[in-house]
T-cell receptor, first 116, second 114 residues
Framework: AQSVAQPEDQVNVAEGNPLTVKCTYSVSGNPYLFWYVQYPNRGLQFLLKYITGDNLVKGSYGFEAEFNKSQTSFHLKKPSALVSDSALYFCAVRDAIKAAGNKLTFGGGTRVLVKP | KAGVTQTPRYLIKTRGQQVTLSCSPISGHRSVSWYQQTPGQGLQFLFEYFSETQRNKGNFPGRFSGRQFSNSRSEMNVSTLELGDSALYLC?????????????FGPGTRLTVL
């Protein structure tokens, strides 16, 4: 079975400071990892994914994430946070084995609040 | 290219009724997945359809069902509604069986059961 943990319910950061949202995962096969963001009354918006290759993945809106296989982590980062980054962030994993289909397993979400 | 559309956006039903939600995927996408989002349980996978066939199913009771049409549009149905079915129901589409691809989500249908 696959699972995702986001240990922080909320992250508070001042505008201009670095932002990190933590994520750890568990899958039986190789992981495909994703980050999504959700704004109020909206669906999920794709930010970035790790499939294979370089452990540092760059995505939309200046976000990046680092895949660490030994720590089974995939933390989301942004060097300089904006007030507009305030939203709900979800980490998700898909098992690479064929039987898992396209099912995504999500973490519980982390609310990010960027203060001016 | 238009995104994933879901109708209706909001729905209010009473216990015991049934409801049908609709999802139109991005043009050319053939895989549609459904997720339920609640404050208590978070985002949970309901089922996935590809080429009118259910490929994968989450851990939900049989009251939850779905189908996919030949044009890839999908519907999900919930019968005998319970208060706990109140949630945001999200539909996501992807090109097909390529597991490396991301899913694109619609805005969701917010279902309230009274």
């Amino acid at each position: 079975a696959q699972s995702v943990a986001q240990p922080e319910d909320q992250v508070n950061v001042a505008e201009g400071n670095p932002l990190t949202v933590k994520c750890t995962y568990s899958v039986s096969g190789n992981p495909y990892l994703f980050w999504y963001v959700q704004y109020p009354n909206r669906g999920l918006q794709f930010l970035l994914k790790y499939i294979t290759g370089d452990n540092l993945v760059k995505g939309s809106y200046g976000f990046e994430a680092e895949f660490n296989k030994s720590q089974t982590s995939f933390h989301l980062k942004k060097p300089s946070a904006l007030v507009s980054d305030s939203a709900l962030y979800f980490c998700a994993v898909r098992d690479a084995i064929k039987a898992a289909g396209n099912k995504l397993t999500f973490g519980g979400g982390t609310r990010v609040l960027v203060k001016p | 290219k238009a995104g994933v559309t879901q109708t209706p956006r909001y729905l209010i039903k009473t216990r015991g009724q049934q409801v049908t939600l609709s999802c139109s995927p991005i043009s050319g996408h053939r895989s549609v997945s459904w997720y339920q989002q609640t404050p208590g349980q978070g985002l949970q996978f309901l089922f996935e359809y590809f080429s009118e066939t259910q490929r994968n199913k989450g851990n939900f009771p049989g009251r939850f069902s779905g189908r996919q049409f030949s044009n890839s549009r999908s519907e999900m149905n919930v019968s005998t509604l319970e208060l706990g079915d109140s949630a945001l129901y999200l539909c996501a589409s992807s090109l097909g069986l390529e597991k490396r691809g991301e899913q694109f989500f619609g805005p969701g249908t917010r279902l309230t059961v009274l």
